[in-house]
Antibody, heavy 117, light 106 residues
């Protein structure tokens, strides 16, 4: 059974940093591109970042480019999102999602990031 | 940047057919994917590549895509279909989501 389990969310002050993790199991992690998608409270889904299966290519939404870094450790079956210079508008539930092609076929349960002083 | 437009809400009586649209410039040339999200839960893929259904998704869910509009059709709507629905495409190197449609079952 495919499982994606995010962790690392919490309360952080504006300007602070946080690292999210997504532990994958039930599939060959190194064969899939992985993405982060977020959802602000009461709002829709927003693409954040993507990484290729071998980690050689990374992509970012303009809203987070230069502040967030996506990475993966295929030996640990884990996806990461290092977030810096956090703003109030970054407050959201962050989901990791598996992407076999253009779609997201499995999602984690999400981890909440709260940015507040 | 590419914009996907969905109606904020759609209402339908049980047993009837719900159609949720997703508008975008020449969206028919792109592949459209649809997600269902119930309150407090992660999204679930219900239609991919315009009209394919993942295993476990009822045949009542179908999709089409042509011109400037993609459509998610839910036949014989049930109370359990009440949820938010999002369309998604790729535009260049970016994944783009529609704003979401809240489906209410009357």
């Amino acid at each position: 059974e495919v499982q994606l389990v995010e962790s690392g969310g919490g309360l952080v002050q504006p300007g602070g940093s946080l690292r999210l993790s997504c532990a994958a199991s039930g599939f060959t992690f190194s064969s899939y591109a992985m993405h982060w998608v977020r959802q602000a409270p009461g709002k829709g889904l927003e693409y954040v970042s993507a990484i290729s299966s071998n980690g050689g290519s990374t992509y970012y939404a303009n809203s987070v480019k230069g502040r967030f870094t996506i990475s993966r450790d295929n030996s640990k079956n884990t996806l990461y999102l290092q977030m810096g210079s956090l703003r109030a508008e970054d407050m959201a539930v962050y989901y990791c999602a598996r992407s076999p092609g253009q779609e997201y076929d499995y999602w984690g349960q999400g981890t909440l990031v709260t940015v507040s002083s | 940047s590419y914009v996907l437009t969905q109606p904020p809400s759609v209402s339908v009586a049980p047993g009837k057919t719900a159609r949720i649209t997703c508008g975008g410039n020449n969206i028919g040339s792109k592949s459209v994917h649809w997600y269902q999200q119930k309150p407090g839960q992660a999204p679930v893929l219900v239609i991919y590549y315009d009209s394919d259904r993942p295993s476990g998704i009822p045949e009542r869910f179908s999709g089409s895509n042509s011109g400037n509009t993609a459509t998610l059709t839910i036949s014989r709507v049930e109370a359990g279909d009440e949820a938010d629905y999002y369309c998604q495409v790729w535009d260049s190197i970016f994944s783009v989501f529609g704003g979401g449609t809240k489906l209410t079952v009357l």
